[in-house]
């Protein structure tokens, strides 16, 4: 973290960067709303808010698993058995190795939707609504993360196998600009 802070404008403009993605992502989400008012009875501003949940919960999944990206070099070369000996758990060890603080941007351009779903939507900030989302926030980042943590167990068995698994937790969040009635009833 001290690494990245140093070079300040490069972190600005990193986190910038992934905020501005991000936010593209929401606008084409609204325009879609100028021509309907509702998707399956989903109002804009709900839309906005369940996609607001998904972003925070990517973010912030990313935030805590950046370093599950070297897992697959380290699996390879056989780093792994040195963490294997240390008295910390290995998981703890992997996760700690790297954090990438520009992840934050898709976690901040998230919590704008959702305080943007929540002004226009007055209903919506009652307490059992609030406590509501504080635990979608905290369930959908364990899911991410987990996620996360199950592609980077397949690389013990694989050779890059994690794009496969990438279109669950980034497919995901694609999917939650939509409400569910807007797909198959399978899916």
């Known amino acids: 973290v001290r690494e990245q802070m140093s070079y300040r404008r490069s ?9 501005l993605v991000s936010m ?10 100028q021509k309907i008012d509702a ?12 996609y ?12 805590l698993t950046t370093g599950l990206h070297e897992m697959p070099e380290m699996v390879r070369t056989g780093a792994v058995d040195g963490l ?22 898709r976690a ?16 919506a900030r009652d307490p059992e609504s609030l406590a509501l989302l504080s635990v979608a926030l905290i369930a959908s980042t364990m899911i991410y993360g987990g996620l996360f943590v199950a ?22 969040v694609q999917m939650t600009q939509f409400t569910i009635h807007v797909y198959p009833r399978w899916l």
């Open 52 to 63: 607001g949940v998904a972003s925070v919960a990517l973010g912030v999944a990313e935030l």
């Open 108 to 123: 901040l351009q998230g919590a704008g939707a959702i305080a943007a779903g929540l002004w226009h939507l007055p209903g």
């Open 24 to 33: 593209i992502e929401l606008a084409a989400l609204l325009f879609l709303f």
């Open 39 to 50: 998707i399956g009875g989903w109002t804009r501003w709900e839309v906005v808010l369940l």
């Open 151 to 172: 592609s980077t167990a397949c690389s013990f068995w694989t050779i890059q196998s994690g794009e496969l698994f990438n279109a669950f937790p980034y497919g995901g």
């Open 11 to 19: 972190f600005l403009l990193e986190i910038s960067g992934k905020t």
């Open 84 to 105: 294997l000996i240390r008295p910390v758990p290995p998981l703890l060890q992997v996760l700690g190795r790297d954090i990438r603080l520009f992840q934050l941007g």
